[in-house]
Each structure stands twice: as structure tokens, then as C-alpha cells.
């Protein structure tokens, strides 16, 4: 029974990763980060993979919505800034799934919830991610400086 469960799991992965695709490809400004190597569909699993939760994400409307993709981001973000902070190692993917919580935290809500609480966790949660980019970009200068240094 639990390998059926793992299994409707990594089906549900799959569904999350193709629904997180279509709604990155629909964003034209994210399209230049995806010039290099790694692809829209490579980043799109990996968010899936980091991302994902059972409850929450089974049973996501199409298209997702822009408190579904912050949140998801968000969720992304904070673990690889975690591994940023103490491994100061991240692959491609992984950078870019940094970059694309920065721009998602940039963009305004298209339908305003109902309920202003949700307005305003949505608003704390993006200036949450745009303070933490900040810190983690003065980080990366920081250590930057340090490696360049130690050539001296």
C-alpha cells in the first residue's frame, strides 16, 4: 500500500511540474532566464519536487494562481537560500528558481482576493522575499570580495 501511495505521489509531482511549466510560460519576462542550459521544464520539476505538498497541492485549479506560485516559490526559496548560506553551492536550477521568486515577488496580484488578509499576507510574503534576496545578494558580494582577496 505505501508504494501505491509513493506512486500517486510522484503522479501528482508530475501534474504539479507540468502546471508550473504552463504558468512560468506565460510570464514573457521570465523567458531570458531560460537562454542557458537548463530548461523551463527542468526548473519547473525541481520546484515540484522542492515545493510540493499533498494536501495543498492536489487538486490545483488551472491556470495557478499567483498566490499558489508566490507561495510555492517562497517555499523553494528559504530552503535554497538555506543551502546558499551554508554550502554556498547551487546548481543552474537552482539559481533560477531564486530569480524567479525575485520577479514573482515584484509582480502585482492580478485579481485582488475578497478578503483583504490574503491581500496583505500576499504583500508581506513578497517583501519578505525581496528583503532575504537582498540580504542573500549582499551575502554572495561578501564572499566574493573575500575569495578575490585571498589571491592578494
Keep these: ?13 508530475g501534474k504539479l511540474a507540468q502546471q508550473l511549466e504552463q504558468a512560468l510560460l506565460q510570464e514573457s519576462e521570465i523567458h531570458s532566464l531560460f537562454i542557458g542550459a537548463t530548461t523551463i521544464t527542468t526548473v519547473s520539476n ?33 530552503l535554497l537560500m538555506i543551502k546558499q548560506i551554508e554550502h554556498d553551492n547551487l546548481s543552474q536550477a537552482e539559481h533560477l528558481i531564486i530569480q ?3 520577479i514573482w515577488a515584484t509582480k502585482e496580484i492580478e485579481e485582488k482576493p475578497d478578503n483583504e488578509v490574503c491581500l496583505t ?3 508581506e510574503l513578497q ?24 589571491g592578494r
Design 1 to 13: 500500500m505505501t508504494f501505491i501511495k509513493a506512486l500517486g505521489a510522484q503522479w501528482n509531482k
Design 46 to 78: 525541481l520546484i515540484a519536487a522542492i515545493g510540493f505538498r499533498e494536501p495543498e497541492t492536489q487538486g490545483q485549479a488551472l491556470p495557478l494562481t499567483h498566490e499558489f506560485m508566490l507561495t510555492i516559490l517562497f517555499d523553494c526559496f528559504r
Design 100 to 102: 524567479l521568486a525575485k
Design 121 to 123: 499576507q500576499y504583500r
Design 127 to 150: 517583501q519578505q522575499i525581496l528583503n532575504l534576496t537582498e540580504q542573500l545578494d549582499e551575502l554572495n558580494g561578501q564572499r566574493r570580495r573575500q575569495k578575490r582577496n585571498m
